[in-house]
Structures are given as C-alpha cells and as structure tokens.
C-alpha cells in the first residue's frame, strides 16, 4: 500500500502540527498522525471521496494505518495518507500584518462568483454530513483564488445556517486575527458573502440579525445601511434554487 512507503520514508519531516495531528509533507501528499474513531473515519472518507467527484474542492483521507489499537473511548492513533493541497492556508495565526493585509486584499479582489462557490461548497460538505471547522483559518487552504477545505470530521452536531454565514465570512475575513482598521475591506467581503447566502436562501431577516448584533463593531451605520440596501434591491432579482438546503434539510429552516 502507498501510505507504507510513506510511514516508512527517511526523508519524512514534520513541519507542521495542527492542534491534534502531526503534518509530514511531501511532494504530492501528507501524511497526517493523529487519533481517530476507525469507523468515523471510513465513513468520512467514503462521503468526502463522493463529494470531490461532485467537484467540491475537498481533500479526503486515500488511506489510513491503525499505529495503537482504540482506548476505551474508541480512539485508535495512526496515520492518514492525503493529497497535499495546493497553495497554504488561507490565514494563520502566525501571519505578519503585512502577510494578513495582503491576503485579505486578494479576498476582497474574488468575484462574486467565487464567494459564490466557496459558499454552496461549504452547504454540500454540510448537508452531505461532514463539518467544516470553522475555528481555525488553518483549515483552509488558499490558492491562487481557489479555497480548498481540509481537516473534515463526521457532523456531530446540527447546523444552523445563520452560524454556517457568520462562519464563512469570518473565516474570509480572517476575523479575530487583526484589528478593525481594515473595515472598508471587510464590508465588502461581507457584502459578497451575505449576497451568496441570500441565493442560498438564507432570509434577509436573518442576514441582517447577524450583520447588526455581530458586526456591528467592525461596520459603521453608514456601511449596516448599504449592504442591506443594495441586498433589498438584488433580492427581487435573485433566483434561489427550488430546493435550497433551508428547506429539504430542516422544517424550521435553520437546522439541519
Ligand atoms: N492535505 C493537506 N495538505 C496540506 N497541508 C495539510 C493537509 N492536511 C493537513 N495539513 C497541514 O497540517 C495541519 C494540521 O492538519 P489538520 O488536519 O488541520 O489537523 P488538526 O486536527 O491538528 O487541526 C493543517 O493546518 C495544515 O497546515
Ligand atoms: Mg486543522
């Protein structure tokens, strides 16, 4: 199998720990040593594996080899075989001003159809049954106005939609990582991201709780007032599919 070669490989070097896996990096692949529930994980593979066939731009274990048998919790310890992802992460905590700047400059540049992707990427990989972690920005990659999603786990939890936009947005803006200074650039992210949850569904209503009671500290009345607006005028023009994950996955609309 291809992941001994690696486990066995002299010139494997870590260059990276995450919060719970060590990273070896290779050429083409990484091999991940971290813990894992084996049947979560078979079943995460099969689902992410299915997702990047339907074009989701997502990066599923290949391979995996049990190192220590399951504790009493069902946790075995061992190592996973991925393809390495293109590019580097879309923000770190490690960034310089300067590397945070320039990188929310390149997001603030995406089209709005690339928001748009990144979005209805994000509700297939929820609505499919994985979770995408939204705490670390480390947990996307960034490549050449490409986002790519690594570090997936089976959805424990329901997900409500109105937190599944606060998130993406966030993790665009690489919030909590920099001052508000760069407020001119954050409205217009979150002006994409809320025009691309709107197609997907999302009430307006509910875009503008979060915008008000959340964001309220990075935009000022002037910038609340424009995004909701110009997303009052776009609303009549704006075609959201028949099935919009707000219905066929939830009663209430927001759970799922
Ligand atoms: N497929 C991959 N391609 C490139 N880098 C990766 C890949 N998987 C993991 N990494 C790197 O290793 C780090 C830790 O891996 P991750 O799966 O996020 O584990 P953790 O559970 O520790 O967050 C990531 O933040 C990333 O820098
Ligand atoms: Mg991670």
Redesign the pocket.
């Known amino acids: 199998m291809l992941i001994d070669e690696f486990i066995n490989s002299e010139k494997r070097e870590q260059v990276?720990?995450?919060?719970?896996?060590k990273?070896f990096?290779f050429d083409e692949y990484?091999l991940?040593y971290?813990s894992f529930k084996e049947e979560e994980l078979q079943q995460e593979m099969r689902i992410a594996k299915e997702l990047q066939i339907l074009g989701v731009p997502l990066?599923p274990t290949l391979e995996y080899r049990v190192v220590l048998p399951p504790n009493e919790i069902g946790y075995s310890r061992g190592y996973m075989l991925?393809?390495?992802?293109k590019g580097n992460?879309l923000y770190s905590l490690s960034m310089k001003e300067n590397e945070y700047e320039q990188r929310l400059s390149e997001i603030v540049e995406l089209g709005q159809e690339k928001i748009d992707k990144f979005v209805s990427d994000w509700m297939k990989i929820i609505e499919a049954g994985l979770q995408v972690?939204p705490s670390?920005a480390?947990?996307f990659?960034y490549d050449n106005g490409n986002i790519t999603f690594?570090?997936l786990n089976l959805r424990q939890v329901p997900v409500n939609f109105q937190y599944a936009f606060l998130e993406a947005a966030e993790v665009l803006m690489g919030l909590g990582l920099k001052s508000k200074k760069y407020s001119d650039k954050l409205c217009k992210i979150i002006k994409k991201v809320s025009r691309s949850f709107m197609k997907q569904g999302l009430p307006l209503k509910d875009i503008s709780e979060i915008i008000t009671t959340r964001w309220n500290y990075i935009l000022n009345e002037a910038q609340i007032i424009s995004i909701m607006q110009d997303l009052m005028v776009e609303q009549n023009d704006v075609k959201t599919p028949n099935n919009t994950p707000f219905d066929y996955l939830s009663k209430d609309g927001k759970t799922l």
Do not use: T, W
């Open positions: 990276k720990a995450g919060g719970n896996k990273c990096v990484v991940l971290g990066i991925q393809q390495r992802a992460s972690d670390k480390e947990n990659f690594i570090d």
